[in-house]
C-alpha cells in the first residue's frame, strides 16, 4: 500500500533547487526531465517522499515538494497577461466561492484565474469560461489539462454580445475591455443577491462600468487594489525587496439586486 506522504506516478511536482530555481513537472514513468542542471529521470522520484531531494546527472540536487496553487499559476504558459494571485485570492474571497459553486468567467485569457476558481470549487462544482479567441482558448485548455481541472472547467468559445448561456448563477467574473458594453447580460446571467466582479487596468474603465452598472440593478460598490511588497528573507538584514508588485488593476465588485427597491435612490 502506497504511503500518503510518497510521491506517485501523474503527480505534479515542484523541483525547487537550493539556488532558487524551481520547475514543475507532471511524472510520467519511463520519462525524464532535461536542463541545464542535467537530466532527472521521472522513476527516480516516483516512489520518494515527499520533502526528500533529488540529484541529476550532474550532481545538481533538487527538493521534491508538492506545488502550491500559488506555484501552479506561475507555471502557467501565457498569451495573455495574467492576473497576479494578490488579486485572484481577494477575488475569490469576496465572492464567497468555495467548494460546489458555480461561476462564470467571461475573458479566460490564459486560463489563470480559471484554475484558480477551479481549485476553489472542487471537483462537485463547476467553472463556465467564455472566449471569444480560438487560439487563446486553446492555450487556456491545455494549462487547464496540464494542471488536472478539466473535470470542473467547461470552456465556451462565443462573444458575450451573443448572450451568456447561464442564468440564476450566484457569481460573474469578468476580465475585458469594456465591460460596461454587457452589463445587460451580466445582470441576465445572475440571480437577484448575485456577486459580481470585475478587474480592469485605468480610472476611466472603471468610472464607465459604475455608471452603467448603477443603472441596471446593480448595489454596494467596492472600487479595490492589491499592493504586495515581499521582504528579503535574510535575519541579520531584513529589508524590503527591491521591487514590488504594485498596480495590477483596479477590482471591481457589486451586487446584483432588486431593481425596483433602487429607483428612489438613482
Request: proline share 3%; hydrophobic share 40%; charged share 25%.
Amino acid at each position: 500500500m502506497t504511503e500518503i506522504n510518497q510521491i506517485e506516478a501523474n503527480d505534479l511536482v515542484q523541483l525547487q533547487g537550493f539556488e532558487g530555481k524551481t520547475k514543475i513537472i507532471k511524472l510520467i514513468k519511463g520519462q525524464s526531465h532535461q536542463s541545464k542542471d542535467g537530466v532527472i529521470n521521472h522513476d527516480e522520484i516516483i516512489g520518494l517522499n515527499w520533502g526528500e531531494t533529488i540529484a541529476s546527472h550532474m550532481g545538481k540536487r533538487f527538493f521534491c515538494l508538492r506545488p502550491a496553487l500559488d506555484d501552479l499559476l506561475r507555471s502557467v504558459n501565457r498569451k495573455t497577461q495574467t492576473l497576479y494571485p494578490k488579486d485572484m485570492a481577494y477575488i475569490l474571497l469576496s465572492m464567497g466561492i468555495g467548494p460546489g459553486d458555480e461561476i462564470v468567467e467571461i475573458g479566460t485569457g490564459s486560463g489563470a484565474m480559471t484554475i484558480a476558481m477551479a481549485h476553489s470549487v472542487g471537483t462537485s462544482g463547476k467553472v463556465f469560461t467564455y472566449e471569444r479567441r480560438p487560439e487563446i482558448q486553446q492555450t487556456a485548455i491545455e494549462n487547464v489539462e496540464r494542471l488536472g481541472y478539466s473535470q470542473q472547467v467547461e470552456f465556451v468559445l462565443g462573444d458575450v454580445v451573443d448572450g451568456i448561456g447561464q442564468s440564476n448563477q450566484r457569481a460573474l467574473f469578468v476580465d475585458m475591455p469594456d465591460p460596461e458594453m454587457y452589463v445587460e447580460q451580466f445582470k441576465n446571467c445572475l440571480q437577484i443577491g448575485g456577486f459580481f466582479a470585475c478587474i480592469l487596468p485605468t480610472t476611466n474603465q472603471v468610472s464607465a462600468l459604475l455608471l452603467v452598472l448603477k443603472r441596471n440593478g446593480f448595489a454596494l460598490f467596492e472600487v479595490s487594489e492589491i499592493l504586495h511588497r515581499y521582504y528579503k528573507p535574510v535575519a541579520r538584514r531584513l529589508r524590503p525587496a527591491d521591487s514590488m508588485v504594485a498596480h495590477t488593476g483596479f477590482l471591481v465588485f457589486a451586487r446584483h439586486v432588486d431593481e425596483n427597491e433602487l429607483k428612489d435612490k438613482l
